[in-house]
């Protein structure tokens, strides 16, 4: 006997009965005292299987899970815990899953902005034409390094110093020198570098760094000093 012919019995107490020489189950529609349907199965044949009642429990319930509230086993024990023949039950839907938790993304590492030196020298024969003071494109480019990697910050001092080697006279030199330290200063306050102050110097052949008696060595001598403060 199907689920389907059993519900649509509809009897008030007794849904149906079951016989083979005698009825071997009853179903029940039993009303509890929430006010919540359930039904009761007995299985009174000698020959059921252990699970009987489950069986008809299941076929009551058609697509929905059986939920036991009262199970009589006079006949189980330990061993048989479904060898049930009263059996009390509801019909449940079954439970939905609970949907999946979307993974937050993680958060993006922190980027930590490269301090800027505080020391920077330029290499004249690099970044100016001989005898010139007109910044070439690799001292551009150094000096806009400089200038992102102190985005931000503003300095309390930016000292400029420029040298020449000894070739020439000494009074040439330090102007060149101070024209060379003029036109980084010039570059970096125009292109955002920010201080309270900026101080210029032009030095000259004063304090070389190496000897001008080699050509190595006066390529040493030649260049812009810029410190950070």
């Keep these: 006997m199907s689920a389907k012919s059993i519900l649509a019995l509809g009897a008030?107490?007794?849904?149906?009965?079951?016989?083979?020489?005698?009825?071997?189950?009853?179903?029940?529609?039993?009303?509890?005292?929430?006010?919540?349907?359930?039904?009761?199965?007995?299985?009174?044949g000698l020959f059921e299987g252990q699970e009987a009642c489950f069986s008809q429990a299941v076929e009551i319930c058609g697509n929905k899970q059986v939920r036991p509230l009262e199970a009589v086993a006079p006949l189980g024990?330990?061993?048989?815990?479904?060898d049930v023949r009263i059996l009390t039950f509801q019909c449940a839907t079954?439970?939905?899953?609970?949907?999946?938790v979307a993974a937050k993304p993680a958060p993006a590492p922190l980027?930590?902005?490269?301090?800027?030196?505080?020391?920077?020298?330029?290499?004249?024969?690099?970044?100016?034409?001989?005898?010139?003071?007109?910044?070439?494109?690799?001292?551009?480019?150094k000096?806009?390094?400089?200038?992102?990697?102190?985005?931000?910050?503003?300095?309390?001092?930016?000292t400029i110093s420029g040298y020449t080697d000894s070739t020439g006279t000494a009074?040439?030199?330090?102007?060149?020198?101070?024209?060379?330290?003029?036109?980084?200063?010039?570059?970096?306050?125009?292109?955002?570098?920010?201080?309270?102050?900026f101080e210029v110097r032009?030095?000259?052949?004063?304090n070389p760094i190496a000897s001008n008696v080699t050509a190595a060595g006066r390529a040493r001598n030649r260049r812009v000093d810029i410190a950070l403060e």
């Design 77 to 82: 024990d330990e061993q048989n815990p479904r």
């Design 12 to 44: 008030t107490i007794l849904l149906a009965a079951c016989a083979s020489q005698g009825p071997t189950w009853n179903a029940y529609r039993v009303s509890m005292p929430n006010g919540q349907q359930a039904y009761r199965v007995d299985c009174h």
């Design 94 to 100: 079954p439970a939905q899953p609970a949907p999946p």
């Design 143 to 158: 000096l806009d390094v400089l200038i992102e990697a102190a985005h931000g910050t503003t300095f309390k001092a930016v």
């Design 111 to 141: 980027v930590v902005p490269a301090a800027p030196p505080k020391r920077i020298t330029l290499d004249s024969d690099a970044n100016f034409d001989t005898d010139k003071s007109t910044l070439k494109a690799d001292a551009l480019d």
């Design 202 to 206: 032009g030095y000259g052949e004063s």
């Design 171 to 197: 009074e040439h030199n330090r102007q060149l020198s101070e024209r060379r330290a003029q036109a980084v200063a010039q570059y970096l306050r125009e292109h955002g570098l920010n201080a309270q102050k």
